[in-house]
């Protein structure tokens, strides 16, 4: 089964068009999608067209397009010949919506599928979170001097302050201060990251990606670690680069195999693993989910291209899914955000794409067309 031509000939026209006409054809092509059966495609085959709105910068097509891939996988994972893999994205779209009636039917059948316990545990607990907002420890090395131990004695119960890298003149730095523990991102010592008036002085936990690992373990001199107590890594060749630094790190543990979408950026990476370990308060602060290509001075290491956010957004960081959890933890009350945060929670998904696609859509357009091209 194929797309209709007409639909093609459309999205082109879109991709070409200039802003006088991208309105017009946009609500073209999102009624010819909506008004193509979800059997038409299978459920790969929407989510790979997902993938290429996404890529084309077509954001707000791609929130039609994506649900047709959600309808698909959730109608596949009900059929008795349904595979691993499928059934596991059809459950990514019950824990989105919190569906727990879907998400405790399709848990159950993994387990009679063969999916581990260890990932049958995590995939429970995610449930729990998701569609309850019901907080409880996930560890999954309990002994006593294990990291994971050490975090949950230092977090459980206490206010947790995330703060994300997005540039701001917003004076949050004494709120920060004031939590528990203080969560920042790719801290390589020093007063990086920790303007007083904006950021807070504390940094107490920090996230690295492999290229943040990489860079410290080749330039950081005698200030990092500093007074970091949990350096945390995406992946375990971050550790590995730095272990002789920061022997007590560890590598978060990712409910990777329960997303729609590759996996979560930075951010609600750190959100979800904090939660593993029940603090008593949860605020995001200085992060407008990618609305802003910046980040404030310093934060990016020397030599760091610029972001594509629309290969971004298709290959690695699903900003659907990243809403979706977001706004599930939000509307449950699990975390609250400061004044920024808040309003693009309150906002709803349908504004936060509109701003995105306004934000980085042309990023697209620019990468599939030269300027001369467009009509």
Not at 362 to 369: D, M
Request: glycine fraction near 8%.
């Amino acid at each position: 089964m194929q797309l209709p031509l007409e639909w093609w000939f459309s999205y082109v026209q879109l991709v070409l068009s200039d802003d006088e006409n991208h309105l017009e054809i946009e609500r073209r092509l999102i009624g010819q999608t909506e008004s193509i059966p979800v059997d038409r495609l299978s459920p790969s085959a929407w989510h790979e067209l997902f993938r290429i709105c996404m890529f084309s910068g077509l954001f707000i097509l791609g929130q039609a397009v994506r649900l047709k891939a959600s309808h698909a996988y959730l109608g596949c994972a009900e059929m008795s010949s349904a595979q691993a893999p499928n059934v596991k994205l059809a459950l990514s779209q019950c824990l989105e919506n919190g569906d727990a009636e879907g998400s405790k039917r399709l848990l159950e059948r993994l387990a009679s599928l063969g999916e581990s316990e260890r990932k049958l545990r995590q995939g429970h607990w995610f449930r729990e979170l998701l569609c309850f907002g019901k907080l409880q420890p996930l560890i999954f090395d309990a002994s006593a001097d294990s990291v994971e131990n050490r975090m949950l004695e230092a977090t459980s119960g206490q206010n947790i302050a995330i703060v994300g890298p997005a540039p701001t003149s917003t004076p949050n730095g004494a709120e920060i201060d004031s939590f528990g523990r203080v969560i920042k991102f790719n801290y390589r010592g020093g007063e990086q990251g920790c303007d007083p008036s904006t950021q807070g002085t504390r940094v107490d936990i920090s996230y690295y990606n492999n290229g943040q690992a990489e860079y410290i373990s080749k330039n950081a001199g005698q200030e990092f670690p500093g007074g970091l107590q949990f350096p945390v890594f995406i992946k375990p060749r971050g550790l590995k680069l730095l272990h002789n630094r920061v022997s007590y790190g560890r590598v978060i543990e990712s409910p990777k195999s329960f997303l729609f979408n590759s996996e979560f950026h930075a951010g609600t990476s750190a959100a979800v693993d904090t939660l593993r370990f029940c603090p008593a308060r949860l605020k995001i602060f200085n992060s407008d989910l990618m609305l802003s290509a910046g980040r404030y001075k310093g934060y990016w290491r020397p030599g760091t291209k610029p972001v594509n956010y629309c290969l971004s957004f298709a290959k690695t960081h699903d900003p659907f899914m990243q809403y979706h959890v977001l706004h599930r933890l939000w509307s449950l009350g699990v975390l609250e955000g400061d004044a920024r945060f808040t309003e693009i929670m309150a906002g709803g998904l349908d504004q936060y794409i509109q701003e995105l696609q306004a934000a980085h859509g042309s990023q697209g357009k620019e990468t599939l067309c030269l300027p001369e091209q467009v009509i």
